[in-house]
């Protein structure tokens, strides 16, 4: 859903205050996701569909609504308020009926369980700015600030620029996480008010790239060179999923393709994992988790080594 | 080790401290006292019931010195011969038998003075302390009566010894010259018969190592620096940092043993510095050997508690009177023995200043993050403005010792009972919803305030909850000052008292108030189930209209019986403390100011006043299982919220938002301390990046006014794995606000709680 048009108001340097965006998620004390303490804000929608998704709510531009049965008591508050009749109760069983709900949000409201749960929120420039204002004095103790992840956060661009440009006018330090799937234009536009990039290269092998991901990877890869050259810091980040994109071959491209470009500052390894299962059922989404292993410290550790040839600073998963 | 720089460098036993800490473990535990060392712990307590019965009508100071001379000059003795401390004396508990009784990890019954007075004087105070704790309104010590967080003044006893002491007694009574009165004159008898005792009692241990190391020739080189160190201390200034170790293990000991409980070993890096440096320069000892000789040292609160009961405290950092950073390399030095000690005895604290070191932050992140929760970290600012605000001077407040857990008191100048009650600050909703009457047995507990279900306004409400509040105050106080001053007659202690000032000077001993400060301690228990029920009952009933008062009511006295929707909108659609939600946060803090300002307007029984505390230790568990259904969605039985913080599981603002709210509160308003509980996972601190935002985390929460922390870094799969397999984690440590422990010793219902509080946190 693009970000809606209703009467914008301006901040005193011309910030949409008031443009509205769809935020899915806000994750406090995010530590892994650029330069210190931050707040990760989520946006939603994907032009990606990767198999190996761990934010599975992130792809639908849309609202979407968790339903964990597990958690429901049975009161029934949602049937009632349901103007559709997708909440509803058909043999003695409670069933939600995902293809007839019109996404009114009337049973999220009224399910006082958890089992019912909103996910992406229609929030204001202004009201994102006030959630990641509150953790200002941990951002400036540890030299953190705000991220925009996703879903692609510059998907929706014109709420993604004007948040970030918010952040910058206030001196709050950004970073914008990127699939690279966009037009230039769209990359150029918050170039000015992002302090970081974190670039996701999830596989060199353009067709394979195609196959798990929906999309080539030619575009991406173009970004990311033109992204290089403007001097913007970038954190490479790469999802390491044995067998799909970790061979040899593959790796040894992106280490050539890294090792030619200006200003990354490193190659972030992150480890795979199965753990997103629940939220697929829980959206009555088709879980597409590869079924492998995540990937082993000894195996990670060789895949630095080999990045490292090429001169690229890595950083592995921090072990806890 | 490195080599001597002239003068002896002392040669040490091959063996190590690790070879060692096993069988000095076992031997702590069950000491083969030898029958040619001396009598009995039988003989001795029909020595000491003899004494009395004989001096029935001494003053009760002069009995208690006599009976610990007694038992001092005839009592078996023993000395592990691989250990390099010594202190074992066979006493039986004569004097805590006589005065207040066991502490918590004994089993003997109460004491006969203090049993005798809640019988008597003290039974109307007793008898309402009892009720209240039976109902989860208040606990505490006996009767209200706190004989048990004190520190002597360390620096000035290492400074003087006890012949020093002896030398100011006799100054101090020659000066009264005739005025002086029939107390003060046995208070000085008692002091003379006591420290003459103690140096007996070390010189008889120092024969003991001589003797020993004839037998024992492997281990003639520590038996042998016992003895020589033994000849020494405590009758005067240590020579060597091992004899200021020795000196205060004994100190320790024998202050325990006349029946107080030492909380605070004092100031680590400052008292003992002098001591270590000047070894050092003199090539007396090298650094692995002093390493050694900590963990020796501290493994003698190992042994004494196995990581299951209450720690004793030893403090870093902070400042001196005079405002200078306490920070040296013996700081670091004992950080890394700690760290290769690895168990949760003893406690330590951190005291941190707004410019302390980056390596200070650093190394203790680090060993918190490694599993090491032992620590609390304190923000000297507001710790040290809060007592000023109660009449100490700035240098004497920037001397405080946290006293146990985070309590703290002046070094050697104040006798702060911190915890004479605590107070659950949840119950009094209870209270108010039910006219003064226990929700589960109907007894009445508080005034009648009227029928709840009838209150029309939000205002209503909120004053009858003050009004049982406040009642529950002004009972404890009056009846801790009733006890207080009866604290003469159950438990004088002469052998501290001259450890502090100005105990000498007057010649008062501390039971009698002869301290420089002397304060109680109220403590707050349960601020977020305090806060988040007002605030549910202001919003629900008030503001929105969803429920009514009578709705409320009987779904609370019900325990949520066929409201299970109500409880869930209660619990999961009201805003909670602890997650930076105006609103709330501002009833919290009016709940906290009531609390603290009525706490400081009350005076002590001995002349001092009262100070606020905000935290919960075990009465999280223990007042929630005696506590019914709360209008925060809080079902009857359950734990109430740890420490300072929010609720179980309901700080979904995250840990910035947790701190956020939490720091709202005034902390120079809370002079008995307080502390925040944050449970992080550890992928959120591993690394480098991990590391610096743990710290970054730390610094934040001291900028904002937080006033002390404590982390756990653990996982909930580690914990669960832990319950099934309890055998291959008796070494994993939890923090439970306060006590780091071993997490196979919590029950099971504890370590639930935990594991829901962790997995929160992931
Ligand atoms: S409102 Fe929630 S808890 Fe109640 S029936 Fe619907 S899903 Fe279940």
Redesign the pocket.
């Known amino acids: 859903m693009p970000a809606s048009r209703s009467p914008v108001t301006e901040s005193a340097t011309g910030i949409a205050v008031n443009l509205k965006g769809r935020v899915f998620d806000f994750k406090r004390f995010a530590v892994h996701d650029g330069p210190g303490i931050r707040t990760t804000v989520f946006l939603k929608g994907c032009p990606l569909s990767c198999a190996w998704c761990h934010n599975p709510e992130a792809i639908a531009r849309g609202s979407q609504i968790f339903y964990r049965p597990e958690r ?8 009632d308020a349901c103007p559709t009749g997708a ?1 509803a109760v058909i043999d003695d069983k ?1 069933i939600f009926a995902r293809g007839i709900c019109d996404l009114s949000g009337d ?1 999220v409201d ?2 006082n ?1 958890g ?2 749960e909103m996910s992406g929120r229609s929030m204001s420039v202004e009201e994102v700015m006030d959630a990641v204002r509150q953790d200002n004095s941990f951002y400036g103790q540890s030299g953190g600030g705000v991220t925009l992840s996703g879903g692609e956060p510059l998907l929706q661009a014109e709420f993604a620029t004007a948040l970030l440009r918010a952040c910058h006018e206030e001196g709050i330090h950004t970073c914008v996480d990127t699939c690279g799937q966009l037009q230039w234009s769209t990359l150029e536009a918050v170039l000015p008010f992002t302090s970081m990039f974190l670039y996701d290269l999830k596989d060199t092998a353009s067709e394979n790239h195609r196959t798990n991901t929906g999309v080539l990877n030619e575009r991406i890869i173009g970004n990311l060179k033109r992204l290089s050259e403007t001097g913007v810091p970038i954190e490479v980040r790469m999802v390491i999923i044995p067998g799909v994109n970790d061979s040899d071959q593959q790796i040894e491209d992106a280490g050539r393709l890294l090792a030619d470009l200006d200003n990354i500052t490193g190659v972030r390894l992150l480890a795979y994992h199965r753990m997103a299962g629940s939220k697929y059922d829980a959206l009555d989404m088709e879980n597409t988790l590869p079924d492998v292993e995540p990937p082993g410290e000894v195996r990670l550790i060789a895949i630095g080594k080999q990045l490292e040839t090429r001169g690229l600073t890595v950083y592995l998963p921090d072990r806890a | 080790m490195i080599a001597s720089t002239g003068s002896a460098v002392r040669e040490r036993t091959r063996d190590t401290f690790d070879d060692n800490r096993d069988a000095i473990f076992r031997r702590f535990k069950n000491v083969p006292y030898s029958p040619d060392t001396g009598v009995s712990a039988d003989e001795l307590q029909g020595m000491a019931d003899a004494y009395l019965l004989e001096h029935a009508d001494q003053p009760r100071i002069l009995q208690k010195a006599s009976i610990f001379r007694l038992v001092l000059t005839r009592g078996r003795i023993d000395i592990d011969p691989l250990d390099w401390f010594a202190e074992k004396i066979d006493h039986g508990d004569v004097l805590r038998k006589l005065t207040h009784g066991a502490r918590g990890d004994q089993d003997f019954g109460p004491g006969l003075w203090l049993e005798e007075a809640a019988a008597g004087a003290l039974k109307r105070g007793t008898d309402w302390f009892d009720q209240a704790r039976d109902h989860g309104v208040t606990t505490g010590p006996r009767s209200g009566l706190d004989l048990g967080h004190i520190s002597p003044g360390w620096d000035k006893l290492l400074a003087r010894g006890l012949t020093g002491l002896l030398d100011d007694t006799a100054q101090a009574r020659a000066s009264l010259g005739d005025d002086i009165t029939e107390d003060q004159a046995a208070f000085y008898n008692a002091l003379e018969i006591v420290y003459g005792a103690a140096i007996d009692f070390a010189s008889r241990l120092s024969v003991l190592a001589e003797k020993t190391a004839e037998v024992y020739a492997d281990h003639a080189v520590n038996l042998l620096e016992i003895g020589s160190a033994l000849s020494n201390v405590p009758a005067n200034r240590p020579r060597t940092f091992h004899e200021a170790l020795q000196f205060m293990w004994i100190m320790h000991e024998l202050i325990e043993m006349e029946g107080e409980n030492v909380r605070s070993m004092g100031q680590f890096d400052r008292t003992l510095y002098p001591f270590y440096r000047a070894d050092i320069e003199a090539g007396r000892i090298t650094e692995d050997h002093a390493r050694e000789l900590i963990k020796y040292f501290w493994h003698k609160w190992y042994c004494g508690t196995e990581g299951a009961a209450n720690g004793k405290n030893f403090v870093f950092g902070g400042q001196a009177a005079n405002g200078s950073e306490n920070v040296n390399e013996l700081t670091y030095l004992a950080l890394d023995a700690y760290e290769e000690l690895d168990t949760p005895d003893p406690k330590l604290s951190v005291r941190y200043l707004p410019d302390s070191p980056d390596r200070l932050y650093r190394r203790v992140a680090d060993l918190i993050r490694k599993g090491h929760n032992s620590f609390v970290l304190m923000n000297d600012p507001p710790a040290v403005e809060a007592l000023v605000k109660r009449g100490k001077t700035p240098e004497d407040a920037r001397m405080y010792l946290p006293i146990g857990c985070y309590e703290p008191a002046v070094e050697g100048k104040e006798v702060a009972c911190t915890m004479n009650v605590t107070v659950s600050l949840a119950k009094p909703i209870e209270l108010a919803l039910n006219d003064g009457l226990d929700a589960r047995t109907g007894a009445r507990l508080g005034p009648a305030t009227g029928d709840a279900a009838g209150f029309t306004s939000y205002d209503e409400f909120h004053a009858a909850y003050i009004t049982q509040l406040d009642y529950v105050l002004n009972n404890s106080h009056d009846n801790i000052a009733q006890a207080e001053r009866e604290w003469p007659r159950i438990n004088p202690a002469p052998f501290i008292s001259g450890a502090i000032d100005d105990c000498i000077a007057s010649g008062t001993d501390i039971s009698a108030g002869g301290a420089h400060y002397n304060s109680v301690g109220f403590v707050g228990a349960g601020l977020a189930n305090a806060a988040d029920s007002l605030y549910a009952i202001k919003k629900t009933v008030f503001d929105e209209g969803r429920f009514t008062m009578a709705e409320i009511v009987e779904a609370t006295r019900g325990d949520f019986a066929g409201r299970e929707d109500m409880r869930l909108y209660l619990r999961n659609r009201v805003p909670k403390w602890g997650n930076h939600a105006a609103g709330v946060d501002e009833v919290a803090k009016g709940v906290a100011d009531h609390f603290c300002s009525t706490v400081h307007s009350f005076t002590n029984g001995r002349g001092g006043g009262c100070q606020a505390a905000l935290f919960t230790l075990v009465a999280a568990m223990s007042f929630g299982a005696l506590s019914g259904a709360t209008p925060d969605g809080r079902k009857a039985g359950e734990s109430l919220a740890p420490g300072v913080g929010a609720s179980y599981g309901l700080d979904t603002g995250g840990v910035t938002g947790l701190i956020n709210s939490v720091t709202k509160l005034d902390f120079t308003e809370t002079p008995n301390g307080s502390v925040l509980d944050v449970s992080l996972h550890p992928t959120a601190v591993a690394g480098e990046d991990g590391l610096h935002a743990f710290v970054s985390l730390i610094k934040t929460f001291f900028a904002q006014g937080g006033y002390a922390i404590q982390f756990n870094v653990l996982d909930a799969d580690t914990l669960r794995d832990a319950q099934r397999h309890p055998e291959q984690y008796a070494s994993l440590q939890v923090r439970v606000t306060g006590w780091s422990v071993y997490f196979t010793t919590l029950t099971r219902k504890e370590q639930d709680l935990y594991i829901a509080r962790i997995a929160h946190a992931g």
């Open positions: 429901c008591i049975e009161c029934l508050a949602c049937v909440q409670r049973c009224v399910c369980s089992a019912l």
